[in-house]
């Protein structure tokens, strides 16, 4: 049996919006939704050539619109409705405590066992666990020292979660 690993932190409408660009900016690099954006250049060169060819610049506007909401205004849209849902629920930072043991993640009563989180990523900031259900996201300053990050990975890789 290992050590265990705790992980603890303040939770508060900054973090969550920190986790998310994080993961936003990690889904782009990674998913196949960067092909998305390709495919509106690729109707923007289309629409340039049906402007210059037959004065019809319809698709111009509309593939013009998609690659500026696509790489520009897509994320400050979701960052508002971040903010606007923390606004409306009245939630209050509070202290989280996550606890990695050999079983899995332990969070209040809850386990999250191994077989439920598929992917595990270190980033200079902290480290994000997409699970079946959600995505967590622990700051590097929430753990208790670097040994601590260190060990919680080496658990991770042990299991093939990196």
Do not use: C, P
């Not at 319809?58 to 593939?63: A, E, P, R, W």
């Not at 500026?68 to 409705?81: A, P």
């Not at 260190?150 to 042990?158: A, H």
Request: no cysteine; hydrophobic share 45%.
């Amino acid at each position: 049996m290992s050590k265990s690993v705790e992980v603890k932190f303040t939770w508060s409408k900054d973090l969550a919006i920190k986790a998310s660009k994080l993961y936003y900016d990690y889904d782009m690099r990674t998913s196949s939704k960067k092909y998305v954006g390709w495919l509106f250049i690729a109707l923007m060169q289309f629409g340039v050539v049906g402007a210059l060819k037959h004065d019809s610049f319809g698709l111009l506007f509309v593939s013009t619109f998609f690659v500026v909401y696509w790489y520009y205004i897509r994320w400050f849209v979701r960052k508002r409705m971040i903010i606007k849902f923390y606004d409306k629920s009245g939630l209050d930072a509070r202290d989280v405590v996550f606890v990695l043991e050999d079983d899995g993640l332990h969070y209040n009563d809850t386990l999250i066992d191994w077989d439920s989180i598929s992917k595990v990523v270190k980033f200079d900031d902290g480290i994000l666990i997409q699970t079946t259900d959600s995505t967590l996201f622990f700051q590097r300053e929430s753990f208790k020292s670097y040994k601590d990050v260190q060990r919680f990975m080496e658990m991770m890789k042990k299991r093939d979660k990196v």
